[in-house]
């Protein structure tokens, strides 16, 4: 370990998280944007949801860095390359939550909304969606971590990311480099994972301190699928 | 009106209801028997496959489903309430619906909460932080906060413990006294129908109605034995609860004050004596039987004597014939002691006077059924148009 490499290269490590931080959390905010209206969908036609999980879930066996490279010849070597395939497997992990939290919301509170007067859009905007927000957004948590940490593939087809570390440090025989793009990496997943928790909590003051449950089941079952997913 | 569901499941069968304004509708049966189904057509959650449901004379197809809603006040099993609402913004969603400004709707909503009986201080509660009795008052409030003429309330107390189930009874009693709303109410319990009820609707399992009437018709006169045996086996003394002892003779009965002596207790020939004194004059203590006093000594005090105790007392006029059965039961003198509103003893009653005030309030009772079906025939041949329904 040469700590000295570290402050000699900081404006390129800096560049360089930035860039990440910017692949990974565009492409998981992408990914909710497009879950929100499919899980609804889901969530209200049945048989929508099952061929669309298996769809998905092959999407999600796709090695990235394959994805990436299929996606070249439409979009050359460029960040929308990235963000378009880490849109794609964000989407894998946050679609479900969005479902299992439309579905989550307890048929009496549906059917007392509908029966107070709230016409289907209203009920969805103010009532279904603010209680599915616990289990989204644990589903966009491990969409973050999972893109943060995936787009250092990137640096393979050339797209900047803190994978230049590693690469850079394999060729060069240097293993600081390695373990300082390791660190930022980790690091950069830790802060987004936190600045959600901190989105949930002001986003949703009835749930603190009660029902972490109605976030941890789903939650639980995509944390399973997650760490299978290592290229 | 008919409900049939496409798997051809009948779940209302050409079901004819009116429910009077201002009235107590329960629609109660085993489940599956279309009650639910019944309730849920009239804010159109369903909608029937025949027939029409008028409300005020205008039929509710005509209406936004929408907006029928927000006039009809809904109330369901475990509450309902938006868990991520506060109590007094959950209250509010109505009146918020209809455009209120929010700062009212609150206003209205802490109202509502002293209504039904809980401490305005728990508006900015999440309902998740509440009893679920206390969840249930809220899910009241909120169904009257647009001040809706008709309520709906789908098993409202199903969810609670006996206790709480009782207390959120006696007080729908007491608010639909100062409301005065029409009310449909859905339970299984024929217990819950009989008490909150001014009608009673009981169902067969398919949908079709097997009796309708007020809930001391259906005790006293059951139409088969399917009512029968669904309202019970004791529902002679049940129906008593309906009858009031306004009417029931009492006698002055062998009472004497505590200041009194043994001696002149035994000289009556009672084969037991009610002790009374105390907080008021006439305030009874207890009772004491001939058989005790013979081994004391004739100068003792009454009130130095060892008395049994009375159970309970029932207030003339007010408490049911059942009330004081029940008190006649429990008194080891196997008579009842009748007190006026100050708890001070106005005279006892025997079995045998007990036994002439039930006859005579059934006999009144039997012939006021009696005309009120008469009535209904008269007026089903009049083929007139429902009142609410």
Redesign the interface.
Same mark, same amino acid.
């Given at each position: 370990m040469m700590w000295s490499w570290i402050p000699a290269n900081w404006s390129q490590i800096w560049e360089l998280t930035r860039q990440n931080a910017f692949l990974g959390i565009v492409s998981p905010l992408i990914g909710l944007v497009i879950s929100l209206p499919l899980g609804v969908v889901a969530a209200r036609w049945r048989w929508f949801y099952p061929p669309t999980l298996v769809f998905i879930n092959v999407i999600y066996a796709i090695p990235s860095l394959a994805l990436f490279i299929a996606l070249i010849p439409a979009f050359g070597l460029t960040d929308t390359t990235v963000v378009i395939g880490l849109t794609v497997f964000s989407l894998c992990v946050i679609l479900p939550n969005v479902v299992e939290g439309l579905r989550g919301v #307890?048929g #009496?509170?549906k059917?007392?909304?509908?029966?107070?007067?709230?016409?289907p859009l209203r009920r969805l905007v103010t009532?279904e969606l #603010?209680?599915a927000t616990p289990v989204i957004i644990a589903g966009l948590r491990v969409g973050v971590v999972s893109s943060v940490s995936l787009a250092s593939v990137g640096q393979i087809i050339g797209v900047s990311s803190l994978g230049y570390l590693f690469i850079d440090g394999e060729q060069r025989d240097f293993p600081t480099e390695i373990y300082v793009g390791l660190f930022c990496v980790i690091v950069l997943a830790v802060v987004c994972d936190l600045i959600l928790v901190g989105v949930r909590r002001v986003l949703?003051p009835?749930?603190s301190g009660?029902?972490r449950a109605a976030g941890e089941r789903p939650r639980w079952v995509l944390t399973q699928r997650a760490p299978a997913r290592v290229t | 009106m008919t409900k049939r569901y496409p798997d051809g499941t009948v779940a209302v069968d050409h079901l004819d209801l009116d429910v009077p304004d201002g009235k107590t509708m329960v629609l109660v049966g085993p489940s599956g028997c279309g009650k639910t189904t019944t309730l849920r057509m009239i804010?159109r *959650?369903v909608d029937p496959s025949a027939g029409r449901i008028l409300l005020n004379g205008d039929d509710i197809r005509a209406q936004d489903p929408? %907006? *029928? +809603? +927000?006039g009809?006040g809904?109330v369901?099993?475990?509450?309902? *309430?938006?868990?991520? %609402?506060?109590v007094e913004d959950n209250i509010a969603?109505?009146p918020v *619906?209809n455009g209120w400004s929010r700062a009212k709707a609150r206003a209205r909503a802490r109202e509502l909460l002293k209504t039904v009986g809980l401490d305005p201080a728990l508006a900015k509660r999440?309902p998740?932080q509440l009893s679920g009795g206390q969840q249930q008052r809220v899910g009241v409030a +909120?169904a009257l906060a647009a001040d809706p003429p008709v309520l709906?309330m789908d098993e409202p107390f199903s969810a609670v413990d006996p206790v709480v189930r009782g207390q959120l009874q006696e007080q729908l009693i007491s608010l639909q006294n100062e409301l005065r709303k029409t009310i449909v109410l859905v339970t299984h319990d024929i217990e819950e129908a009989i008490k909150v009820g001014d009608i009673v609707a009981l169902y067969h399992p398919h949908g079709t109605l097997a009796q309708l009437g007020p809930p001391e018709r259906l005790l006293g006169a059951p139409a088969d034995d399917y009512v029968a045996g669904f309202v019970g086996f004791d529902r002679g003394i049940r129906r008593l609860s309906f009858f009031r002892t306004e009417g029931l003779s009492l006698s002055a009965g062998p009472v004497l004050p505590g200041s009194a002596t043994v001696a002149s207790a035994v000289k009556t020939g009672e084969p037991w004596i009610l002790v009374v004194g105390g907080q008021t004059e006439l305030t009874p203590r207890g009772w004491v039987s001939a058989e005790r006093l013979a081994g004391l000594d004739g100068d003792t005090r009454l009130a130095d004597v060892a008395t049994d105790s009375f159970g309970h007392t029932f207030t003339v006029g007010d408490d049911s014939l059942r009330a004081a059965l029940d008190a006649a039961v429990l008194s080891p003198a196997g008579v009842a002691i009748g007190v006026d509103e100050h708890g001070r003893v106005a005279g006892v009653a025997t079995f045998d006077q007990l036994r002439a005030a039930v006859q005579a309030a059934q006999a009144a009772q039997d012939a006021l059924d009696a005309q009120d079906l008469l009535d209904e025939q008269v007026a089903r041949q009049g083929q007139r148009p429902g009142a609410t329904r």
């Open positions: #307890p #009496p509170v059917q007392a909304a509908t029966a107070m007067g709230y016409g009532v #603010p209680l949703t009835w749930a009660r029902n | 804010n *959650l929408s %907006r *029928l +809603r +927000r009809i809904y369901i099993q475990q509450s309902g *309430l938006f868990p991520h %609402r506060t969603t109505v *619906l999440y998740h +909120r709906l």
